[in-house]
């Protein structure tokens, strides 16, 4: 029987006390599939919608951006509410939220009400992530045992296996009911997440919140974060001398939000800690160049064996296959070990080889090899954001589970829209090969800043050990940002 089998068979309808509850599977895995799921099927509606609507790609363009720009902003202030309030009725509200923007989607009449739409299923797709991860805090902190690595490895390989049949769902939806299909079948998914979310996420009663976490909430420090993230993106998305001036937008929020946070009662950022907590910041900056290597990679060379090398769109997607697939099995793989510093140190060598690797491809480059470097880069495909992902789980401070992990997606966010700036600079005319030569230039120094971070983390190698997920947690607080393999501050359920 194998460790997922093990993991996601019928169990008794009341958890043993030092078992984690499966009936939160379900909903866990489902809620956080909802952003990957929109964020892939869109690729291929692009053309339709703009063609039904009469809009060029210039516009359509920011149905893309608007989901990455809502997303990387709320997740962050969705995961502090989570912290405040506990999952439920954020889980409720967030995926009832994706069915509203759904049905407006599938209404729309203009690109700027798509856009609206896209908007808030970015904002109705922020619980999804935070939440799981607050419920597998909370069911360490309940049980007195760390939860399974395999709880963690299903989030990674549920994103993964969706950003792969993501473009395929949305193309069997256009071709049965038009573009529109692709908005209305958030409608559906949103009610099972509201079913599920209602029958098995548990209440959070006011004496089981968090200790010590007030319950107003921070606006200042949210606008702050919001202005900052937005003149941000808005500058990555559209890289001009022209818009400097939203960097100089991007700083004064930034002085300002980090005055301001440093003076809060209750921070929607808690800068003291965090920045005493290196290995998180550490983790975060991996995040970000995981983001960065991956999705320029990923459009980049997609766009360059199209145009560059020659083949038919569906003979490139048969070329990404393996890619795809190696990272799935990577993690499947790997997801019973804790250990991270070991993945970090593979995904990163192979990122650099795959990088250099770009830098041998011309026109006439043989398929065998151009699956060879898609087969590579499918290893940190499957390594790198199921560590970084353990490593933040651990790292982070056990009160701000959620707010850590909104972060841990911004950061995310920030790298896939640095990667598609990135793309637009080398491949602005066409992605012909020298353009595919110089985004390689500026992978390569991405890929070895990852390895040096990773191999700079000391931290790293106190997260795992051969009995980690069988150790008792420690009965009393670990301090913030300490890092190891159980669970932080965790006590046994009396």
């Known amino acids: 029987m ?51 609507l009469g809009a060029p790609p210039s516009e359509t363009a920011w149905l893309v951006s608007a989901l990455y720009l809502a997303t990387a902003i709320g997740q962050p202030v969705v995961g502090r509410l989570v912290d405040i309030y506990g999952p439920r009725r954020l889980y409720l509200a967030g995926t009832a939220l994706v069915g509203i923007a759904g049905i407006l989607g599938a209404l729309a009449v203009s ?33 007195g045992r760390d939860s399974p ?6 989030l990674v390989i549920a994103s993964q296996t969706i950003a792969v049949v993501g473009p395929s769902l949305g193309g069997l939806l256009i071709g049965l009911g038009g573009w529109r299909a692709t908005f209305t079948v958030n409608v559906p998914l949103a009610l099972a997440c509201l079913v599920l979310g209602a029958l098995r996420l548990p209440r959070t009663r006011a004496s089981a919140r968090t200790t010590g976490l ?38 004064a929020a930034a002085a300002g939000l980090g005055w301001w946070e440093l003076r809060a009662a209750t921070p929607f950022i808690d ?21 960065v290597v991956a999705y320029a990679f990923l459009y980049g060379y997609t766009q360059w064996l199209e145009q560059g090398r020659g083949l038919s769109p569906t003979v490139a997607g048969l070329v990404l296959i393996p890619m795809f697939a190696i990272g799935v099995v990577v993690s499947a793989v790997t997801g019973r070990r804790t250990e991270v510093r070991g993945k970090l140190v593979v995904g990163a060598v192979a990122q650099v080889v795959a990088c250099a690797g770009l830098l041998l491809l011309g026109p006439g480059t043989g398929i065998w090899w151009l699956v060879g470097l898609a087969l590579i880069l499918g290893i940190p495909q499957g390594l790198n954001n199921l560590a970084n992902q353990n490593a933040m789980y651990h790292q982070a ?27 637009g600079a080398f491949l602005a005319d066409r992605a012909d090969t020298a353009g595919l030569h110089h985004l390689a230039l500026f992978l390569g120094p991405c890929a070895v800043l990852f390895l040096a971070v990773t191999l700079a983390d000391r931290s790293l190698r106190r997260i795992g050990g051969s009995k980690d997920a069988e150790a008792p947690a420690d009965n009393g607080p670990v301090p913030a940002g300490t890092c190891t393999s159980r669970s932080p501050g965790s006590t046994p359920r009396p």
């Not at 690595?149 to 299903?154: M, R």
């Not at 606006?219 to 559209?238: C, D, E, N, Q």
């Not at 800068?271 to 983001?291: E, K």
């Open 271 to 291: 800068l003291r800690v965090l920045g005493g907590n290196l290995p998180l910041l550490a983790t975060y900056a991996r995040t970000l160049l995981t983001a």
């Open 111 to 143: 690109v700027g009400a798509l856009v609206v739409a896209r908007v808030l299923l970015g904002f109705g797709t922020c619980a999804g992530y935070p939440a799981a991860m607050y419920l597998i805090r909370s069911e360490a902190t309940r049980t």
């Open 397 to 423: 401070d056990p009160t701000r589970t959620g707010s850590s992990a909104g972060l841990y997606r911004t950061f995310f966010y920030l790298g896939a829209i640095s990667a598609a700036a990135a793309n």
């Open 2 to 52: 194998t460790w997922l089998t093990r993991l996601t068979r019928p169990g008794r309808s009341i958890p043993a006390d030092d078992t984690f509850d499966r009936k939160l599977i379900a909903p866990m895995i489902l809620g956080s599939i909802l952003n990957p799921v929109n964020s892939s099927m869109i690729a291929v509606a692009l053309i339709p919608i703009g063609i039904d």
């Open 214 to 251: 007030a319950s107003t909430v921070d606006l200042a420090g949210i606008v702050l974060f919001a202005a900052m993230l937005v003149s941000l993106l808005l500058f990555l998305t559209t890289p001009q001398l022209s818009h400097a001036y939203l960097l100089a937008i991007t700083v």
């Open 149 to 154: 690595n395999g709880v963690l490895t299903l």
